[in-house]
């Protein structure tokens, strides 16, 4: 027969060793179940000779409660262990601080936007957008560019392939909006139009292949090449500020005659001459001019009657030059150290 004490000496040390509940469920088993070594030993004690048999069965008895106690035990500690995990997992700590997400911000181009938005609008223009796939008419034969013209030429044009060979296009320019809205209504008008514009541009620090315009346009009776100064020069001023000022210097565009290219202060020298604007004081910015009688005529308005200015600029240029922006790449490549600090 087996040796009691050092039963419940390897007994201890595998229930100590034991480390979860389940574990623990299996040494039991093993320990008092049907085909433990403690019933096997109980079936022995039958065997014994009659006298011998009480002795045995108590110590038996003894072995089995003791096990019985060390599972116990062990159970308990297991079972507080537990708990202190699950208390530990479920817990709130009422002190920590959370920060609230980050906030993200407009981009520098859409922020440009709505401040010229805001500029016009205070000047009593109205705000009209058009689609950026056009068709050549609007683009260009519209505004005075029948095919083949030479002027089509100072735009690299991105051609769809819709329909006939080159009649579907992306924008090259916002003026085809002017037109839009010439045909949907007639004068007066006064509104801008902002939107995205695409050219086949090799990108470099000064051209971006998909940038943004802001197009212009006055209609109504007896309106002068003054008033479009005086438009340009209020807007200038509002938008960067006192010192910057406008000049208009004479240009061509086949949609406006006269034609003009208007410039304003450099921001990086204020005008005094450095090598951005090469050395002249001024930065061009857009161009400008008196509607044609022609495009008047393609949307069936009487220029004996009405008259008008149209003008239309770079919104990207435009953020360039007032935050000093050396290479206007960087507005498209949504660096968030870049757009962050703006
Ligand atoms: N559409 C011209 C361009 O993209 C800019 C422009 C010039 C717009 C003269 C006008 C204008 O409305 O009158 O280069």
Known sequence: MMDPSSLVESVAQLIAETTSLDGLHDVQVELLGKRS???????????LPGP????????????????????????????????????????????????GARRGRLHLVQRT?????????????????GPEVETDWYNFEALNMPPAHPARGMWDTLYLELGEPETVLLRTHTSPVQIRLMQAQGPPIYAV??????????????????FHQVEGLVIDHGISFAELAGTIETFTTS???????????????????PS?????????????????????????????????????????IDPEEWTGFAFGFGI????????????????????????RQL
């Open 239 to 257: 938008y960067f500020g006192p010192h910057t000022h406008s000049r208009l210097r004479p240009s061509y565009f086949p949609f406006t005659e």
């Open 52 to 99: 011998e048999r009480p002795a045995a069965g108590q110590r038996l008895q003894a072995v089995r409660e003791e096990i019985e106690g060390l599972l116990a035990q062990r159970r308990a500690e297991l079972e507080e262990d537990q708990r202190r995990g699950r208390l530990g997992g479920d817990r709130l700590d009422l002190t920590e601080v959370v920060t």
């Open 316 to 339: 990207d240029r435009l953020a360039q030059m007032r935050h000093v922006i050396a290479d206007m790449r960087i507005l498209l490549e949504n660096d968030v150290r870049f757009l």
């Open 260 to 300: 003009a290219e208007f410039e304003v202060t450099c921001s990086i020298c204020k005008g005094k001459g450095c090598r951005t604007c090469s050395h002249t004081g001024w930065v061009e910015l857009g161009g400008c001019g008196m509607v044609d009688p022609e495009v008047f005529a393609a949307v069936g």
């Open 113 to 129: 936007r709505d401040e010229l938005e805001d500029v016009f609008v205070g000047m009593g223009f109205v705000v009209v957008e």
């Open 193 to 210: 139009m902002p939107g995205r514009c695409y050219r086949r541009d090799t990108p470099d620090a000064r051209h971006i292949p998909v």
């Open 37 to 47: 070594a403690l019933v096997a030993a109980r079936r022995e004690v039958g065997e």
